[in-house]
């Protein structure tokens, strides 16, 4: 991984259109690119699990290979998101 191009990148990020926005135009990562940089699958049933369940991190864990933290706060139980990954 090359950290100075992951950098870069990540200063371009603008969430409020999901674009990077490079020197010659803006670019959208698709579902393929994600596929492709991560490795995770893209075909077949969505991953959909309860978050209020007990164990489900463990669960989380033996389905993709990793475990989302664990919130720092009580009161920031938020349903599941994949900043994690």
Known sequence: MN????????????P???TFHLRASEMTPTL?????????PIQGEPLCMNTTSDG???QMEGLIGLAPPEP??????????????
Request: charged letters at 30%; a positive charge.
């Open 3 to 14: 950290a100075a191009a992951l950098t870069s990148l990540v200063d371009r990020w603008r």
């Open 16 to 18: 409020e259109t999901n």
């Open 32 to 40: 393929r690119d994600v596929f492709m940089i991560l490795g995770l």
């Open 56 to 58: 489900w991190r463990q």
């Open 72 to 85: 720092e706060d009580k009161k920031d139980r938020a349903p599941a998101s994949a900043p994690f990954l």
